[in-house]
């Protein structure tokens, strides 16, 4: 959803990024579990690759007014 369109998805980059920094930050405080350390560094690696892609789109932009447009303002 957020490739197609970017600006388009009220609340869709906000609820990524809260769902990849807390998956980050569990598998940070299981390390001991099998597979942990990989999940810590493949999530981290998406969550920090998500925060760019936020900031290059202007991800915040959908909560202005307007933004959607007049025609898919809900």
Same mark, same amino acid.
């Given at each position: 959803?957020?490739?197609? %369109?970017?600006?388009?998805?009220?609340?869709?980059?906000?609820?990524?990024?809260?769902?990849?920094?807390?998956? +980050?930050?569990? %598998?940070?405080?299981?390390?001991?579990?099998?597979?942990?350390?990989?999940?810590?560094?493949?999530?981290?690696?998406?969550? +920090?690759?998500?925060?760019?892609?936020?900031?290059?789109?202007?991800?915040?932009? +959908?909560?202005?007014?307007?933004?959607?447009?007049?025609?898919?303002?809900?």
């Amino acid at each position: 959803m957020l490739a197609l %369109a970017p600006r388009k998805q009220r609340g869709m980059w906000e609820l990524l990024l809260i769902h990849k920094i807390a998956v +980050t930050i569990q %598998a940070a405080f299981i390390l001991d579990v099998p597979n942990a350390l990989l999940t810590l560094i493949a999530d981290g690696l998406v969550s +920090t690759t998500t925060i760019a892609g936020y900031l290059l789109c202007r991800g915040w932009h +959908t909560w202005h007014r307007g933004a959607l447009g007049p025609n898919d303002n809900r």
